[in-house]
C-alpha cells in the first residue's frame, strides 16, 4: 500500500510555457502532499505543503505565482511551472502522508524531470 | 526552523563490510527521524525510521541508532552488497503540529566495491 504517481515523468518545453504536474496517491486518502524540487547532486529542498481543500503553503523564497500548487481532492494534487524559464529545470518530486494523526512516514512519487529549452 | 546535517557526503566500502552515516539536528521538538535510499533519477524510498521514544531499531541488516540527549541519530548498514550503492538521505520533521515537514540531509552517496 501507499502508492504515490507522480506524471509526466519527463517534460521538455520551450521557455515560456507552462507546465502542469500531477500528484496522485493510488490506495489511500492524502490530507497533506508535499512538493519539493531536487537539482543534480543536491538534497530534496521543500517548496511547498499542500492541505486538502485550503491554500498551499510556501517554504521561503518559493514564488507562489510561479509555482501553482492545487489539492482539490483527497487523492490528487497538482503543481503548475507558469512561464517557465531555463533556471526553473530541475526534478520536481512530490509525496504525500495518509491522514489521521500525523505520526506517518511520507511516500513518494516517482519525480518529474522537468527541463526548459 | 529545524536544521539537519548529514556526514559524510562520499563514503566508499568494500563489499560485505559495514558503512555508517551520521546525522545531526537542531530542533529539539523533533520527534521521528527517516532514512530514505535513492537511487539516480529514481524517488527516494524510505529504507527505516525511529521515533524519539526508541533508542534504536534493526531491520535485517539496517539498524539505526537516536541520541535524543546529543540530537544525532545514525544509520548503519552491515554486510554491504553492491545493490546497497545509492545516495542516502536522513530527513527529520516534527510531528503534531499544524505543519509537518521533513528537513533533509545533504545526502551520503555510498559506493560499494566489489
Known amino acids: 500500500g501507499a502508492v504515490v504517481s507522480q506524471h509526466p515523468s519527463w517534460v521538455i518545453c520551450k521557455s515560456g510555457t507552462s507546465v502542469k504536474i500531477e500528484c496522485r496517491s493510488l490506495d489511500f486518502q492524502a490530507t497533506t502532499m508535499f512538493w519539493y524540487r531536487q537539482f543534480p547532486k543536491q538534497s530534496l529542498m521543500l517548496m511547498a505543503t499542500s492541505n486538502e481543500g485550503s491554500k498551499a503553503t510556501y517554504e521561503q523564497g518559493v514564488e507562489k505565482d510561479k509555482f501553482l500548487i492545487n489539492h482539490a481532492s483527497l487523492t490528487l494534487s497538482t503543481l503548475t511551472v507558469t512561464s517557465a524559464h531555463p533556471e526553473d529545470s530541475s526534478f520536481y518530486i512530490c509525496?504525500?502522508?495518509?491522514?489521521?494523526?500525523?505520526?506517518?512516514?511520507?511516500?513518494f512519487g516517482d519525480g518529474t524531470r522537468l527541463s526548459i529549452l | 526552523g529545524e536544521n539537519v546535517e548529514q556526514h559524510p557526503s562520499t563514503l566508499s566500502v568494500q563489499e560485505g563490510d559495514s558503512a555508517v552515516i551520521k546525522c545531526t539536528y537542531s530542533d529539539s521538538a523533533s520527534n521521528y527521524f527517516p532514512w530514505y535510499k535513492q537511487e539516480l533519477g529514481k524517488r527516494p524510498q524510505l529504507i527505516i525510521d525511529?521515533?524519539?521514544?526508541?533508542g534504536e531499531k534493526k531491520d535485517q541488516r539496517i539498524a539505526v541508532t537516536l541520541n535524543k540527549t546529543a540530537k544525532h541519530f545514525s544509520l548503519h548498514i552491515t554486510e554491504t552488497q553492491p545493490e546497497d550503492s545509492a545516495v542516502y538521505f536522513c530527513?527529520?520533521?516534527?510531528?503534531?503540529?499544524?505543519?509537518?515537514?521533513?528537513?533533509f540531509g545533504q545526502g551520503t552517496r555510498l559506493t560499494i566495491n566489489p
Open positions: 509525496s504525500a502522508t495518509r491522514g489521521g494523526s500525523g505520526d506517518q512516514p511520507q511516500h
Open positions: 525511529i521515533r524519539s521514544n526508541v
Open positions: 530527513a527529520a520533521i516534527a510531528l503534531g503540529w499544524g505543519a509537518q515537514k521533513l528537513v
